[in-house]
């Protein structure tokens, strides 16, 4: 079964850092883009950052600035370096793939993390 296994999680003061790792698993042949949602209490998911193969990425504008994506396509990895953390920034966050399973299937698939909790205390 492929899974997106998500690190790095955890509490921190306002100002501070942390840097969250998503690794796929379970034999999924190419990873065409990866990125993170997060979810707040009583708020919708929303796309934080997001990376495609080539290089390319988006940020929300909340994090702009803050945040910085990376991924190892070798690897089907990506990582999420966030930086000045603000209060705001507590969520859940989600690791999020679009994937190809095989070399004859081309359509892209959806997988999604289990979840990692961020929380900043001012």
């Known amino acids: 079964q492929v899974q997106l296994v998500e690190s790095g999680g955890g509490s921190v003061q306002v100002g501070g850092s942390l840097t969250l790792s998503c690794a796929a698993s379970g034999g999924i042949f190419s990873t065409n883009a990866m990125g993170w949602y997060r979810q707040a209490p009583e708020n919708e998911r929303e796309l934080v950052a997001a990376?495609?193969?080539?290089?390319?990425?988006y940020y929300a504008d909340s994090v702009k600035g803050r945040f910085t994506i990376s991924r190892d396509n070798a690897k089907n990895t990506v990582h999420l370096q966030m930086n000045s953390l603000k209060p705001e920034d507590t969520a859940v966050y989600y690791c999020?793939?679009?994937?190809?399973?095989?070399?004859?299937?081309?359509?892209?698939?959806?997988?999604w993390g289990q979840g990692t909790q961020v929380t900043v205390s001012s």
């Open positions: 999020h793939a679009l994937s190809r399973i095989s070399d004859e299937d081309r359509r892209e698939y959806e997988f």
């Open positions: 990376i495609i193969s080539t290089g390319g990425t």
